[in-house]
Structures are given as C-alpha cells and as structure tokens.
C-alpha cells in the first residue's frame, strides 16, 4: 500500500523502503550478536533473489492488475519453498501440514476471485509466478542460513543492510534527483515501510528456528486474513462467496499446520 502511493514512481518507492530498512539495520547492529561464519554464505546468496523481489515488485505495481498478482504470487510462495526445501534439504512437512499449506495457499488464490478472467490475466500471472518464484528462493536460502547464524535477529539486519544499500546504491546512480525528492518529500514512508518489512520478516526468520521452514512460509500468508476480515467488518465491504471461502481455507490451514 505504501508502494501504491507512489503510483508516478513505484521503483523509487520500493528501493526507498529496501533502503529506510537498511539505515534502521544498521542503527540496530551493534546491539546483536553477528550471525556466524557458517550461515554467511546463505545470507550472501539470498541477497540476490532478494534484489530482484523488489525490482519485480516495483514493476507489478506499476503495470498489473494488483488485485490479481498479489494473491498469485503470495498464494503460490508457499508451495515452492515446501518443493524446495524437500529437495535440497530433506525437510518434509507431515499429511496434515501439507493439507494445511495447500488451504492457505488455496485461500490466498481466492482473493483474487474472478480476475483470472481478465485480457491480461494470462501476462498478470506469469510475472507474478515469477515473482513467487523469487520469494521461493529467498525464503528457502534464509531459511538455511539463519538456522546456522545463531542469531536470528543479526542475520535478519544483515540481510536487509545488503539488501538495501545494494539497491540504494544503484538507484542513486540510476534515479538519483527522483529518490531524493522522495526522500524528502515523504520520509516516513521508507522508514516505516522499512521498519514494518523487517519486523515482519524477522519474525519469520526466528520462527524458522523453531519451526519447518514451509509451514513457516505458508502461516506467514494468513496475514492476509486480517485484511480480509476488516475490509468486510470494519469497511463493510460485500463478504462474496470466495472472500468467505478464502477465509475459512486460511484458518483451516493455519490450525491444521498448529496440530501437524
């Protein structure tokens, strides 16, 4: 939504929010352990998926059908990074877990309702598998590498100050006058898009600690739900069927990956 703002310049918008959380990442590194030697690897490797997410995100929101590409690419994730992380690294999810990652995704595709009819649905949908693509990749990388850091939350600010300042870096050779204006203009918006990114995320990677990476990535798209259920309660927009169904798939999944 912050990105969506900046309908003029999303590329800008996301590269400042990828930079708001670098600057908060680096104010916070001297107060937590440095992840150690094993995970750098990892961290190094997941900086490049990284970078392109919000490259790619930056394109999503400027030519597609966001209501369509964004349940795609977040439905889809979960079901990547749980093939993945079988293959490379022997972590299967149990029947009930996977029952409960194929509600949530199935969940999230539903949003999307009757979008997938569109003229350029077909477009809309290859890029944001593309995407999910990418989140895979990143997901199961920092999955891997925060499990051998020994700290999450030292890992999770090294991997948003690469992140970041990698982006800040070219977009300042790139688009230099129009991220300074951004910048200028609408600061609270990197810093606390920034800020939310990286709650957001390393909770997700603390939870990889303690939890199988897929049911971790899956439970993370029930946020969801949240916007879901204000949007119909609070905003009293219409509850259509595949909002209600898409609801009830989100928390069957979420309590059968609980009880997996």
């Known amino acids: 939504a912050l990105i969506k703002r900046h309908d003029q310049d999303s590329l800008v918008a996301s590269i400042g929010i ?124 920092d999955g891997a590498g925060v499990r051998r850091s020994g700290s999450a939350a030292g890992y999770t600010l090294w991997v948003f100050l690469l992140t970041g300042a990698a982006l ?28 939310a990114s990286l709650l957001s995320y390393g909770i997700a990677l603390w939870a990889m600690t303690k939890a199988p990476v897929a049911a971790v990535a899956a439970l993370r798209e029930t946020s969801i739900l949240f916007a879901v259920l204000i949007s119909m309660i609070l905003l009293r927009e219409k509850a259509t069927w595949n909002r209600i169904a898409a609801a009830m798939l989100l928390t069957a999944g979420a309590v059968a990956i609980r009880l997996s």
């Open 168 to 195: 800040f870096g070219w977009t300042m050779l790139r688009r230099r006058p129009q991220m300074l204006q951004s910048v200028a203009t609408d600061f609270w918006i990197p810093l606390g898009g920034g800020g």
């Open 18 to 141: 990828a930079a708001g959380a670098a600057l908060i990442s680096l104010c916070l590194l001297p107060l937590v352990p440095a992840p150690a030697p094993a995970s750098w690897p990892f961290l190094a490797a997941s900086s490049v998926p990284q970078i392109a997410y919000y490259l790619l995100i930056a394109k999503v929101y400027r030519g597609s059908d966001l209501g369509l590409a964004y349940p795609v690419m977040r439905g889809t994730a979960p079901l990547f990074v749980t093939a993945a992380n079988a293959i490379l690294f022997g972590e299967s999810l149990s029947p009930l877990g996977l029952v409960g990652v194929g509600c949530i995704c199935g969940g999230v595709l539903l949003i999307a309702g009757g979008r997938f009819k569109g003229s350029d649905a077909g477009k809309t949908v290859l890029t944001a598998l593309g995407i999910a693509l990418v989140i895979a990749a990143y997901t199961v990388l």
